[in-house]
Structures are given as structure tokens and as C-alpha cells.
Antibody
Framework: QLQLQESGPGLVKPSETLSLTCSVSGGSITSTNYYWGWIRQPPGKGLEWIGSIYYSGNTYYNPSLQSRVTISVDASKNQFSLNLTSVTAADTAVFYC?????????????WGQGTLVTVSP | SSELTQDPAVSVALGQTVRITCQGDSLRRYYASWYQQKPGQAPILVMYSKNSRPSGIPDRFSGSSSGNTASLTITGAQAEDEADYYCNSRISSGHLYVFGTGTKVTVL
């Protein structure tokens, strides 16, 4: 069973870059059955898909965030990462990493516990 | 449209049946998946591929789909089913994703 764990700063200043890493255990990030994704949830609001990456580096991003988002993968560490630039208070959210099952159906089957990132001076 | 619309809130009496719906154009082409989220917790997958349950999800949860609407039904709702529920689907070329607006289920 896959386990995912987010890590990174809990506080980021406005206009700076938010950087988070997701560590994957219980399976290989190079599995051909999975993409790997980031999802966020502002306090009291719903879920928003940020983007997904395949171990080869293929990435797909939410069009609303595409200009500010970069997702990368480090297969040697079994990790993938999120960078979100030029953050504002509106980017304050719980950030989740998740495994995206890549079959005839696509679904997020395993999730990290989430990490709260606050954007504040 | 790339949106998935859900009713904001529904309530169900203990032991009764509740259906949660998700509407969107993408559902005519792609199956929805469903996620349960309790306060302070990460979402968990409860339904995928129209009507498949992950291991450990009770069989009182079932899924269906017709046209632009996907549904998650809880038959014999239990107190522990009180949570927020989100649908999700691929959109556009199939590599982008969107979550529904979420439905808060209250078990009375």
C-alpha cells in the first residue's frame, strides 16, 4: 500500500515561492501505473487540482495556475515536488499530494495527510 | 464547461438512503471518482470507475452514472458517514482534472 508524506515550510511570505516535497513509500514512483498529483484546499473551501506528473517528467497543470506552477520528480529519492511562485494570501491552503491511478479510469487512490501553508508577511 | 456541480448540503436520517449527485459535461465522457473527507482529515477514495469500491469501503456505498450526472448513493447511512463528499473527473483532453464543489452530508 502506498504512503505519501508532504514536507515543507508552513509559512511563506507574499511574492515568494512555495516549495513542497512529497515522499512516496510502499511503491516506486517509477511505476507505470501511476501519475503523481498535488491538490490544495483553502481553509473552509473545496478541493482544487493543481497538477500531475509522470515519472518520465510529463506534466499537466491546472490552467488557472499554470503560469506559476512547476512540478518535478526525483526518482532517485522516490519523491516529487511542487513549486508555486509569486504567492499571495489567496494561496493559503492545505496542500495534499496523492497518487493518481493511471488505468482506463483515473482516480486519486492514496493521499498524504496534508500540510498547511500560510502566506503571510 | 469544465465544472462539476454538487448540491452544497444534504441530510439523511440514520439508516436511510441518500444520493449525492455531481453534474458536468465531462461526465458524458469520463467516469467520476468520489472522495469522503471528514473534518481535519485528508480525503479518502470511496468510489471509482462508476461503481467500484476500494478495499475497506462498506458496500452501503454505490455509484452510478447517466448522461452528464454521476451519483454516489449511501444505502443505510451510518453516523460515521457524516462528511463532505467530492466528485472528480478528467476534463478536456483527459489529462486535466476537476473536483466538484462538494456536498456536506449530515446524518440525523
Amino acid at each position: 500500500q502506498l504512503q505519501l508524506q508532504e514536507s515543507g515550510p508552513g509559512l511563506v511570505k507574499p511574492s515568494e515561492t512555495l516549495s513542497l516535497t512529497c515522499s512516496v513509500s510502499g511503491g516506486s514512483i517509477t511505476s507505470t501505473n501511476y501519475y503523481w498529483g498535488w491538490i490544495r484546499q483553502p481553509p473552509g473551501k473545496g478541493l482544487e487540482w493543481i497538477g500531475s506528473i509522470y515519472y518520465s517528467g510529463n506534466t499537466y497543470y491546472n490552467p488557472s495556475l499554470q503560469s506559476r506552477v512547476t512540478i518535478s520528480v526525483d526518482a532517485s529519492k522516490n519523491q516529487f515536488s511542487l513549486n508555486l511562485t509569486s504567492v499571495t494570501a489567496a494561496d493559503t491552503a492545505v496542500f495534499y499530494c496523492a497518487s493518481l491511478k493511471y488505468s482506463t479510469s483515473r482516480y486519486f487512490d492514496y493521499w498524504g495527510q496534508g500540510t498547511l501553508v500560510t502566506v503571510s508577511p | 464547461s469544465s465544472e462539476l456541480t454538487q448540491d452544497p448540503a444534504v441530510s439523511v436520517a440514520l439508516g436511510q438512503t441518500v444520493r449525492i449527485t455531481c453534474q458536468g459535461d465531462s461526465l458524458r465522457r469520463y467516469y467520476a471518482s468520489w472522495y469522503q473527507q471528514k473534518p481535519g482529515q485528508a480525503p479518502i477514495l470511496v468510489m471509482y470507475s462508476k461503481n467500484s469500491r476500494p478495499s475497506g469501503i462498506p458496500d452501503r456505498f454505490s455509484g452510478s452514472s447517466s448522461g452528464n450526472t454521476a451519483s454516489l448513493t449511501i444505502t443505510g447511512a451510518q453516523a460515521e458517514d457524516e462528511a463532505d463528499y467530492y466528485c472528480n473527473s478528467r476534463i478536456s483532453s483527459g489529462h486535466l482534472y476537476v473536483f466538484g464543489t462538494g456536498t456536506k452530508v449530515t446524518v440525523l
